[in-house]
Nanobody, 120 residues
Framework: QVQLVESGGGLVQAGGSLSLSCVAS????????MGWYRQAPGKQRELVGY???????NYSDSMKGRVTISRDFAKNAVNLLMDNLEPEDTAVYYC??????????????WGQGTQVTVST
């Protein structure tokens, strides 16, 4: 059974930094993409960024320039480093992965989400 385990959320002051981590546990044949989304109350879930199976990062405009996505290939993990955080960044951050379970089957997984709160 594949699960995405997120960690690193918490409270940070405006202008500060925070690092999130997501580890895909279980039998993963291969990684197509792994990335991060976020959802604030009353707003749509939006893409922050993702990494391809080869580790190439891609970013949406939502936090472009203030985030860095990196992979830990040995741990089947993706990390999100956030800098210069603003109160508007307060949201639940979700890990997302598009994984090959076998060479013939591929499906999408979501983490349970981790809360990030940025104070004024």
């Amino acid at each position: 059974q594949v699960q995405l385990v997120e960690s690193g959320g918490g409270l940070v002051q405006a202008g500060g930094s925070l690092s999130l981590s997501c580890v895909a546990s279980g039998d993963v044949y291969a990684i197509h993409t792994m990335g991060w989304y976020r959802q604030a109350p009353g707003k749509q879930r939006e893409l922050v960024g993702y990494s391809t199976g080869g580790g190439t990062p891609n970013y949406s405009d939502s936090m472009k320039g203030r985030v860095t996505i990196s992979r830990d290939f040995a741990k089947n993990a993706v990390n999100l480093l956030m800098d210069n955080l603003e109160p508007e960044d307060t949201a639940v951050y979700y890990c997302n992965a598009d994984l090959f379970i076998t060479m013939m089957s591929r499906r999408e997984f979501w983490g349970q989400g981790t809360q990030v709160t940025v104070s004024t």
